[in-house]
């Protein structure tokens, strides 16, 4: 399964900007996915999940109340909807997806990543 992240770019403290990443596979539901990011010279963090089967999501706490992750009623596409956007947020941002439900932050549970899109947030 290839997932083809997009929406990255520049955008002023406080904006808003949306991510979308799509699965060009369609063999099988993708039932959970979500999106981490990587920040110059830190360690990949936990942004938020979607467990479309469920219906259940989880963020991260740096995030909680600013960011919306959202599946399509279609399962192979997931949004992350980023509001009140900060420096700090800058970072490749990440889609990544598994087969099975059971939303989860552990980056070693998804078996499918896309190549990351830069979102820059300047002050």
């Known amino acids: 399964v290839q997932l083809q992240a997009s929406g990255g770019g520049l955008v002023q403290a406080g904006g808003s900007q949306r991510l979308s990443c799509l699965a060009s596979?369609?063999?099988?539901?993708?039932?959970?996915m979500g999106w981490f990011r990587q920040a110059p010279g830190k360690e990949r963090e936990f942004v938020a999940v979607?467990?479309?089967?469920?219906?259940?999501?989880i963020y991260g706490n740096s995030v909680k109340g600013r960011f919306t992750v959202a599946r399509d009623r279609d399962w192979n596409r997931v949004h992350l909807q980023m509001n009140n956007l900060k420096p700090e947020d800058t970072a490749i941002y990440y889609c990544?997806?598994?087969?099975?439900?059971?939303?989860?932050?552990?980056?070693?549970?998804?078996?499918?990543w896309g190549q990351g899109t830069l979102v820059t947030v300047s002050s």
């Open positions: 979607n467990d479309w089967k469920y219906g259940r999501t």
């Open positions: 596979a369609r063999q099988y539901p993708l039932y959970t």
């Open positions: 990544a997806a598994k087969r099975e439900e059971g939303a989860t932050p552990r980056a070693a549970d998804f078996d499918s």
